[in-house]
């Protein structure tokens, strides 16, 4: 029963995360097209984040000793299959 409530709490602090996303994506869009001075700056951003996270929950997979739900990340973004 556990497992239930968390893996439903991990789903809608993902949905939650989500949308947050993707206004912030609409948002820098809109700005890009507004002033595309900005864009590098705009890019930048996603990227350095992106990069944080993906370090962050590799390094976990590492310090918690599940290392094979890593590589199944890695599998399913090459191929789209777990």
Known sequence: ??????????EMDLSSI???VNEIITLSLKAIKED???EKEILNAFMTTSSRISNYFF?????TNTEHVGKAIVKYAMFKKF
């Open 1 to 10: 029963m556990e497992s239930k409530k968390t893996l439903e709490t991990i």
């Open 18 to 20: 989500e949308k947050r």
């Open 36 to 38: 595309p001075s900005l």
């Open 59 to 63: 390094k976990e997979t590492e310090n």
